[in-house]
């Protein structure tokens, strides 16, 4: 009797749904994730200005499987009941149970004609539709918390969405991670399909070079594990590695580019022989080329005393002093490995011998990659974007328009964290490995790292050059990864401030704000207190420029802060010698002649070096599209979408110009082209 009744009910609202359907048709489109599509008999009403309903009109058709996954299909609506020519105020949208029981349906949005105003209104919708549950939506969706016509079901929503994202320490002191992977953030098919295509691809070109190989008996068979039609190709560094301006331009355009500071003294730690110094200052005093400002420093202090593997039971926290020539290059002329100055911590220059000056710099790279796979990548991007990331989604509603601003660089970004931590830094992973610091030093150093990281610094590019002293061109003249990063962190300041104030035309509006002022507690507060502890953020948003800086922080920090950090990988560790990953054992207590067959013994064996080229092979992969380009559209208000589409115009000017200027570099720098440069972190 029951199954009758709803055949009844069905055939009835088919029937009504052909009268009057002139004036408005539906567009619905179902959400390209899996199992989003339904069987469900899917019901819409419209509501106009004044308050009148159209009767329900059953969304289905006659020997059509609609409402499946990724499909838009169209439907002629009832109009009847509504006053002409009234604008319509918004829609309710409801489904049954299928005869299937399914309980699943992912409504990406619904589109109304109205073709007596020639007008189309678009729904967002985005969300799972449950059964017998009626959604109120409304045109474009994107609305503050004070402003929402349906607050108590945006607190419902807000509730199931803090069950779905909670987190968990991974990481002692460190940013939190998501205590269980949501289905809604997992991979798409396509892309595990296209990664995994590639992931097979590389390991079968590692164990044919595994069994072609010889084992290392010089440097030059290092070089000639590659082959020129191999995708692990042989990268540039072969050629310059050994060449002390390399080591140098890597501190200026390299994958860790962020830690070369201007040198305003020489530290007390670092015990320099200035008889050993002024032959490389080109007629300058030590004292006058500090003076000149033409001295630069990196100390790698973040890794003094960090846990390591036990081939190296003491990890190195280099210093190294650059000296900036007439030529404009930075030129070491000082590595120190350690921080503390002792007989057994010798001070390496140039003019030593020409291996053990090689030598050297193996170990200072050594460290300088720990800080970088640590900080500068792990940490300080997927880590940290994913605890931003997961109090968002526990704080803004999916109606919130900064939360429509952020979602398209949060795409993938906790699938792969998750990804990840399970496959890369799990015991006995790939870090454990292929990093000296191995898992507990990695995870030490991410804590160490993100406790002194704050977001009013670090999260804003000209700042965090400004805190280095390297800001001024005048002081550092080739300086790659300052030029193109601070027109790009321009960019997307602009495009975030016209968003935000946008939708925040009063100071009052961001008071009201209850979920972005909840959002932004939560990261400031310690976390001693149950807060994320994120340095740099106010507990209370008092101004626009406030939510701006936040805003600008996340979304550069997902699009070109990882692009910097992340797709040269295989350009500097494909080469082990270049930038090693690991060396085997301590260097010399005191300085002696280096021979070859010295740094051979330092470095790993073959199986390790090829496990380093295919994992940083797989890192350097693009995965999502370019910035602005987006893929998922969650901005629909005209207003935003033609903000959006100015974005794009000046992030093409400035891809233009990127690549102008890398005509005249000798050595290209196209990590921040806008062409380049993804919305998110994905790999």
């Known amino acids: 009797m029951l199954a009758l009744r709803a055949m009844l009910s069905y055939f009835n609202s088919w029937v009504g749904s052909l009268w009057d359907v002139s004036r408005f048709k539906a567009h619905v489109t179902t959400g390209d994730r899996l199992y989003a599509g339904t069987d469900s008999t899917v019901y819409l009403q419209l509501v106009d200005k004044t308050g009148a309903q159209s009767e329900a009109s059953c969304l289905d058709k006659i020997f059509v499987n609609d409402h499946e996954r990724g499909e838009t299909h169209s439907y002629g609506i009832n109009a009847k009941g509504l006053q002409t020519p009234n604008e319509l105020d918004h829609i309710i949208v409801w489904r049954h149970s299928s005869i299937t029981g399914d309980d699943r349906w992912f409504l990406d949005r619904i589109e109304i004609e109205d073709r007596t105003q020639k007008h189309r209104y678009i729904f967002p919708v985005q969300r799972w539709i449950e059964v017998e ?80 190989t010889e084992e290392w008996a010089s440097l030059d068979d290092v070089k000639n594990i590659y082959h020129p039609d191999s995708t692990l190709h042989r990268p540039e560094c072969t050629e310059y590695w050994t060449e002390d301006w390399w080591f140098g331009l890597q ?79 930075l030129m070491p002329i000082a590595i120190q490995l350690f921080q503390e100055p002792s007989p057994t911590n010798p001070v390496y220059y140039p003019s030593d011998s020409r291996l053990t000056w090689i030598m050297a710099k193996m170990f200072f790279n050594m460290g300088d990659a720990q800080q970088h796979q640590s900080c500068t990548h792990l940490g300080l991007t997927h880590l940290l974007m994913e605890t931003m990331c997961v109090a968002a989604h526990r704080h803004l509603s999916p109606s919130h328009p900064i939360f429509r601003l952020l979602a398209p660089h949060y795409l993938y970004l906790l699938a792969i964290n998750s990804r990840g931590l399970e496959k890369l830094i799990s015991p006995g992973g790939w870090v454990d490995s292929g990093m000296i610091v191995g898992r507990a030093g990695m995870f030490k150093l991410i804590s160490r790292g993100f ?7 670090h999260g804003d590019v000209e700042k965090e050059l400004e805190s280095r002293g390297v800001l001024d061109p005048k002081v550092l003249p080739y300086y790659p990864y300052r030029d193109d990063a601070v027109p790009l962190f321009k960019i997307i300041k602009n495009y975030v401030r016209k968003v935000v104030t946008h939708y925040y035309s009063t100071p009052e509006k961001l008071e009201g704000d209850y979920e972005v002022q909840g959002w932004a507690k939560e990261m400031a507060t310690s976390q001693m207190e149950g807060g994320l502890g994120i340095g740099g953020i106010p507990e209370k948003l008092e101004n626009i420029d406030q939510l701006v800086q936040i805003c600008t922080a996340v979304v550069a920090a997902c699009s070109m802060g990882h692009a910097g950090a992340n797709f040269q990988q295989y350009d500097a560790y494909g080469f082990v010698p270049n930038y090693p990953g690991i060396l085997m054992k301590l260097p010399p207590q005191t300085k002696r002649e280096m021979t070859e067959k010295d740094l051979l013994e330092f470095l790993p064996n073959k199986s390790t070096t090829l496990d380093i080229m295919v994992i940083t092979k797989l890192l350097s992969m693009k995965g999502t599209k370019s910035l602005g380009d987006f893929e998922v559209q969650y901005i629909y208000d005209p207003s935003v979408v033609h903000i959006a589409e100015e974005f794009r115009l000046e992030l093409k000017k400035l891809s233009h110009e990127i690549k102008v200027r890398n005509k005249t570099r000798k050595f290209k720098y196209e990590w921040f082209d806008p062409d380049i440069v993804p919305n998110s972190i994905s790999i």
């Open 251 to 329: 501190r200026v355009q390299g994958v860790n580019s962020v830690l070369v500071s201007l040198c305003n003294e020489i530290p007390a730690k670092l015990a320099l022989e200035v008889d050993k110094v002024e032959p490389f200052l080109e007629g300058y005093t030590l004292n006058d080329a500090l003076q000149n400002k033409k001295l630069f420093i990196v100390d790698l202090v973040l890794l003094n005393r960090a846990p390591c593997r036990g081939e190296m039971p003491v990890m190195i926290a280099p210093i190294g002093l650059f000296y900036l020539n007439k030529k404009d290059e």
């Open 133 to 212: 549950r009626r959604y109120y939506l409304y045109e474009f969706d994107a609305f503050l918390p004070q402003d929402d016509r349906q607050p108590d079901n945006r607190r419902l929503e807000l509730d199931r969405k803090r069950e779905l994202y909670k987190y968990k320490e991974t990481i002692e002191r460190g940013p939190r991670q998501i205590q269980e992977l949501p289905d809604d953030e997992k991979f798409s098919e396509r892309y595990m399909l296209d990664f995994l295509k590639l992931k097979g691809k590389l390991i079968a070109r590692q164990y044919h070079l595994k069994f072609t």
């Open 451 to 457: 406790r002194r990281w704050r977001l009013d610094v």
